[in-house]
């Protein structure tokens, strides 16, 4: 587009600023700002393309305008509504507090301290197989034993670990005490 062409559309927005943005209000209805969407038709035409001559100045605003508020009506559609924010940031903290992170940390001492009270061998068959995830066949071969007898050892140190876990913790969750009956 000419610089001539440009300032002749200026010109004409300008002088026909009330008409177009009565146009334009009548057309895409009282929910769009008609005269925010001029103005942005007035910045669209410094990056305008080039044209010939135009015949019809204000079709062709009128139609630069129209195309305005359709992108504005796009830009609109992806952006998300107040109550759809809030709802992303209404998540729910998963992490422990910090009564949740004392209590297993509690129970990781406890369970060291049950693991360190096993048979050294039954110790390295149940770490073998729970935390390091070695098949239990490969085990056996390295015990010399068969997959029935590991399967055996890893359950008792299950075993021993549950009881002394309970043992452990079972007065500190119960502070005040088992409930009391009533003898009525």
Do not use: C, W
């Not at 100045?57 to 509504?81: C, H, K, M, Q, W």
């Not at 029935?148 to 050892?153: H, K, V, Y």
Request: hydrophobic letters at 40%; aromatic letters at 4%.
């Amino acid at each position: 587009m000419s610089d001539v062409n440009r300032a002749n559309l200026r010109d004409f927005l300008v002088l026909n600023y009330d008409s177009l943005s009565q146009k334009l209000a009548s057309r895409l209805g009282p929910s769009e700002n008609a005269r925010e969407i001029l103005h942005e038709t007035y910045l669209h035409l410094a990056k305008a393309t080039p044209a010939e001559d135009i015949r019809s100045p204000g079709d062709y605003l009128f139609r630069i305008a129209l195309n305005v508020a359709a992108s504005r009506r796009r830009a609109e559609a992806r952006r998300l509504t107040s109550s759809e924010v809030d709802a992303l940031l209404d998540v729910a903290d998963d992490s422990p507090d910090p009564s949740r992170v004392a209590e297993a940390r509690s129970e990781l001492r406890a369970l060291e301290s049950a693991l360190g009270e096993l048979p050294q061998r039954r110790r390295a068959i149940f770490v073998a197989a729970v935390v390091h995830k070695v098949p239990r066949k490969n085990i056996a071969k390295r015990y010399g034993v068969s997959v029935r007898t590991i399967d055996f050892e890893v359950r008792r140190a299950l075993e021993h670990g549950a009881r002394r876990l309970n043992e452990i913790l079972a007065p500190t969750r119960f502070e005040s005490g088992p409930p009391e009956s009533s003898k009525d």
